[in-house]
Structures are given as structure tokens and as C-alpha cells.
């Protein structure tokens, strides 16, 4: 019987988007609004050190980017459409359109422009995050595993990385790596408790319920507002177990699964207002 408990499927932003910074603002990733969940949707803040082409074809127009810091993704969309059309080869473009596309919910185009700024030679490591989180916003689970470890390849030290790829390790059932990704989560980030919870998950799949139900106890003695938490304990029994075979099922339903996105046709995506 599957013993899978609810997570909050979020970064350690839960499902607030994050605040894009432009290059010309120089963006510091931040611990506490970095682990980058599946999202609703969710971002990181965009690296300005690429290594693409030539250093000229990597600058990025500074209204473009402006629109992009400020959340005017339509506009973004528009500037960095025109960017990408006078310099096709412009890596940091493409994944500045990708970005602004997946913040309109455009999935699919996203993965595109995010495909093309990495066969241009792109290699930040929040490129490859964000390309599996969109990936897996696509039920492509097999594909955002490669992107995100790509994306920990690059970043190792960037906790959001280890903790996106034991999200999608968890969902494959590859427990093992799950496991081995958020305890390098909480060694870089210790006490971070959308990890934590994920290892109670962890340990529940793996039928290890009192471990999972001391974890959770852990979590609601330290953070009693931490909602997972508390519904993880509310479906265990005095016993331990599970308290019956229809929880389960229950539990799967209330995950914060990615949600289906209908790709997005160019006149779709043309018709989105200037503003």
C-alpha cells in the first residue's frame, strides 16, 4: 500500500513567485526565496554570467530586461521577441523570452526558447532549473530529472537544485536518490522545512512511518503554522500506519501536482497586449 504523504510542492518561497531582478539591477540569489518549486508558477532569479557565443550577443537590451524585472511580461515578451529576431544566437535572450513566456504560463513555448539558450551554449545553472520545472509543469518527469541534474551539475551549491530534483525523484519513485538530494538540501540549507517535510514524505513511501511521523512532530514543534505538517500527522493513526486503504488516494488528490498547460500557438501568442 502506498504510504506517499501530502508536501507542500514548493520552494522556500511555497508558492509565491519570485522577485526577477534585471542584469542591470545584478540579481543575488537568496537562500530563504530560492528553492524553486513545482510551481503556479515559480522562478529564479535570472544568472547574469553566461557562457554563450560571443560576449557582445549575450547582452540583453536594458528595456527588455527592465520590463522583465518589474513583471510586465507581455511587454518582455515583445522586446525580447524583436531581440531574438535581429540576434537569433543570443543565448541570454532566448532564456530571458523562455522566462518571461513560462511567467505568462506559456509552458511550452518556454521549454523551447530555454532548449534553444542551451543548444547556443548557455550554461547557468538557474537556466537548467527552470527548464525542469517547466518540464515537469509538462508531465515530462523524465526530462526534468535530466534538466535538473543538470542544473545541480552546475549549481551544487544552490540548495533549490537538490531540492527540485528529490521533488521529481520522489514523484518517479526513485526513493533512493530522493533521499540522497534533500539530505543535500538540508546540508546546505538546514532546517529548511519544505525539505524536511519531503523527507517525512520519503520515509513514508518507503513504509518507514515512524521515522516520517517524527520528522512531521519535529516540524509542527517548530513552525505550528506549517500546514503539510500537520495534515501528514492528522493521516497517520495512534498505530503509526495508515489509517485506511481509500487515505492514500486521498492524499495523492491533494498534492500540488502540476497543472496541464495547452500549448501555445504563435497567433496566441501575438495576440498578447503591449502595455
Given at each position: ?8 510542492s ?25 528553492l ?60 530571458h ?8 504560463r ?42 535538473l541534474?543538470r542544473a545541480?551539475?552546475l ?42 517535510n ?78
Amino acid at each position: 500500500m502506498s504510504k506517499a504523504m501530502n508536501i507542500r510542492s514548493s520552494s522556500f518561497t511555497a508558492l509565491g513567485v519570485i522577485l526577477l531582478l534585471s542584469l542591470w539591477i545584478w540579481c543575488n540569489p537568496i537562500e530563504t526565496a530560492s528553492l524553486v518549486p513545482m510551481r503556479s508558477p515559480t522562478a529564479v532569479c535570472l544568472s547574469a554570467t553566461p557562457l554563450a557565443a560571443s560576449t557582445e550577443e549575450q547582452i540583453c537590451d536594458l528595456d527588455a530586461d527592465y520590463s522583465l524585472g518589474v513583471g510586465d511580461y507581455p511587454e518582455a515578451i515583445r522586446l525580447h521577441r524583436e531581440i531574438v529576431r535581429q540576434s537569433p544566437r543570443n543565448a541570454l535572450a532566448h532564456y530571458h523570452l523562455g522566462f518571461a513566456l513560462g511567467m505568462m504560463r506559456y509552458r511550452e513555448a518556454e521549454v523551447r526558447e530555454y532548449q534553444r539558450a542551451a543548444a547556443l551554449g548557455l550554461r547557468n545553472w538557474d537556466l537548467f532549473l527552470n527548464l525542469g520545472l517547466a518540464q515537469a509543469d509538462n508531465g515530462d518527469l523524465r526530462a526534468a530529472t535530466d534538466s535538473l541534474r543538470r542544473a545541480v551539475l552546475l549549481g551544487k551549491d544552490h540548495s533549490e537544485s537538490h531540492f527540485n530534483l528529490a521533488l521529481v525523484y520522489e514523484r518517479r519513485g526513485m526513493l533512493i536518490d530522493a533521499e540522497r538530494e534533500t539530505q543535500a538540501t538540508l546540508r546546505l540549507s538546514s532546517g529548511q522545512p519544505d525539505a524536511r517535510n519531503l523527507l517525512g514524505v520519503i520515509y513514508a513511501d518507503e513504509g518507514e512511518n515512524v521515522r516520517a511521523s517524527v520528522i512531521w512532530r519535529e516540524l509542527v514543534r517548530d513552525d505550528p503554522d506549517y500546514e503539510p505538517a500537520r495534515t501528514n500527522l492528522a493521516l497517520l493513526g495512534s498505530s503509526g500506519e495508515v489509517a485506511s486503504e481509500e487515505t492514500p488516494v486521498a492524499i495523492r488528490a491533494i498534492r500540488d501536482e502540476p497543472q496541464l498547460h495547452f500549448p501555445a500557438s504563435e497567433t496566441e501568442l501575438n495576440s498578447i497586449p503591449a502595455q
